[in-house]
């Protein structure tokens, strides 16, 4: 079993729709979580990220964070055909470690 | 600002071939990591270093060897490359391990023939 774990998707939504990623990860002690969005042939690039049970808005972004069921979620509300990517869902290891482990990626596309 | 620079952009080897994929930082930061992205597999860590002086195996270290050579530069070297490295190997670095942004360079794109 992976430590972060992503429906791969393909995810189509259509313009001006919520999009809804979703993560799960097994290490009970993880405390942070990220949110990095990968377009088609470039880096990975930081949006959100949560430290804190509960919701965490940023413009039309929203994470969200359930320690007590090992889940996180990424909401992008009003999608653009921008936001047509792969998102990238992290967690931090416990222990002295600490190293960000990734999930394999959920592709987003909007469709105008 | 030039963030992370990685070199080369792109690169082919034949089986059994040696190289090293450079990158650089000028953020001032602590920790370096090397990853590679093989379709559907995410991003999987191979070596990190958390401070200048240090180093350590990530998930996926076989194959490959790693320099801190100061606190800008992380060497990643294959000292013979196999066609399971192919691969697009990602450069970053953060402020500290763990919780804080990681700024990733644009990738190199290794094939292995």
């Known amino acids: 079993q992976k430590e972060v774990e992503q429906n791969s998707g393909p995810l189509s939504v259509p313009e001006g729709a919520i999009a809804s990623l979703n993560c799960t990860y097994s290490?009970?002690?993880?405390?942070?979580f990220f949110w990095y969005r990968q377009y088609s042939g470039k880096s990975p690039e930081l949006i959100m990220f949560?430290?804190?049970?509960g919701d965490k808005e940023d413009g039309r972004f929203t994470a969200q964070l359930n320690k007590a069921s090992q889940y996180v979620s990424l909401l992008i509300r009003d999608s653009q055909p921008s936001d047509s990517a792969t998102y990238l869902c992290?967690?931090?290891?416990?222990?002295?470690?600490?190293?960000?482990?990734f999930g394999s990626g959920t592709q987003l596309t909007v469709l105008p | 600002n030039a963030g992370v620079t990685q070199t080369p952009k792109f690169q082919v080897l034949k089986t059994g071939q040696s190289m090293t994929l450079q990158c650089a930082q000028d953020?001032?930061?602590?920790?370096m990591y090397w990853y590679r992205q093989d379709p559907g597999m995410g991003l999987r860590l191979i070596y990190y270093?958390?401070?200048?002086?240090?180093?350590d195996k990530g998930e996926v270290p076989n194959g490959y060897n790693v320099s801190r050579l100061n606190k800008r530069e992380f060497s990643l070297r294959l000292e013979s490359a196999a066609p399971s490295q192919t691969s697009v190997y990602f450069c970053?670095?953060?402020?500290?391990?763990?919780?804080?942004?990681?700024?990733f360079g644009q990738g190199t794109r290794l094939t292995v023939v």
């Open positions: 970053a670095s953060s402020y500290r391990v763990g919780d804080t942004e990681a700024f």
């Open positions: 290490d009970r002690g993880s405390q942070s």
């Open positions: 949560i430290y804190s049970n």
């Open positions: 992290a967690g931090v290891r416990s222990g002295s470690a600490r190293q960000l482990t």
């Open positions: 953020m001032n930061h602590n920790s």
């Open positions: 270093s958390a401070s200048e002086g240090t180093t």
